[in-house]
């Protein structure tokens, strides 16, 4: 026998307005440059006024800090991984491309990620694992084309290039980002790639550094 339940229209889950969606588009944008500037603390009405929008509005989509920072981070993380994505893509030198998303992903300031992973935050987020695994994916296939072509060393691991880009995009005490500083970790990370390339001038010490490494020190210092 047929019920009412059974034959009732599902309910319709209204879609959000577009308007909606570009202040929370740019109230994640305005939290990701404060957050890699100033860190995960900044007051949320500095968040809103650089984002345009009220102090309701901000808090309705994310009523809780964690809220807001897990959101920043999954999109530094998407955006580093889009970057990878076309890199590999564009690239016909395995090696370029490697070049190219690392730079990149000094530019989205990925190493900013360490000081908003404190005790408190969860990251066993579904999400956060799920793009987690996206960006690792991306980047261990750039890693081992450059290798299987020769054109990377093979004594190195996809850890040892996340570890001097975590590095690097964290400035050092008394420093103030900007442009000198942007010059700065440029220069240095072209030093660290040149190091990279094959055939090896040195032996290094030590083995190479796997993601499962720096997932038991989440961020290397």
Do not use: W
């Not at 001038?201 to 550094?209: D, I, K, Q, Y």
């Amino acid at each position: 026998m047929t019920t009412s339940a059974d034959t009732a229209p599902a309910r319709r889950v209204p879609r959000p307005r577009a308007d909606a969606l570009r202040n929370r588009e740019r109230i994640v944008t305005a939290a990701r440059e404060m957050f890699v500037e100033f860190g995960p603390q900044v007051p949320y009405d500095e968040v809103a006024r650089r984002a345009g929008v009220g102090n309701a509005t901000l808090y309705r989509n994310f009523p809780e800090r964690a809220d807001l920072v897990r959101e920043v981070v999954l999109s530094i993380m998407a955006r580093v991984t889009e970057v990878a994505e076309r890199a590999a893509e564009e690239e016909d030198d395995t090696f370029a491309a490697l070049r190219r998303f690392t730079h990149a992903a000094v530019e989205e300031r990925i190493g900013a990620l360490c000081p908003m992973l404190d005790g408190a935050f969860d990251k066993d987020h579904p999400d956060l694992i799920a793009e987690r695994d996206r960006l690792e994916e991306v980047v261990r296939a750039l890693v081992g084309r450059a290798q299987r072509a020769g054109r990377l060393r093979l004594d190195v691991g996809v850890g040892d290039l996340m570890v001097a880009v975590s590095q690097l995009t964290r400035p050092l005490p008394g420093t103030v980002s900007g442009a000198h500083f942007d010059q700065f970790v440029h220069r240095h990370l072209q030093l660290f790639l040149d190091g990279l390339e094959a055939p090896a001038r040195s032996e290094l010490p030590g083995t190479a550094v796997t993601l499962e490494d720096l997932r038991r020190d989440s961020c290397p210092s």
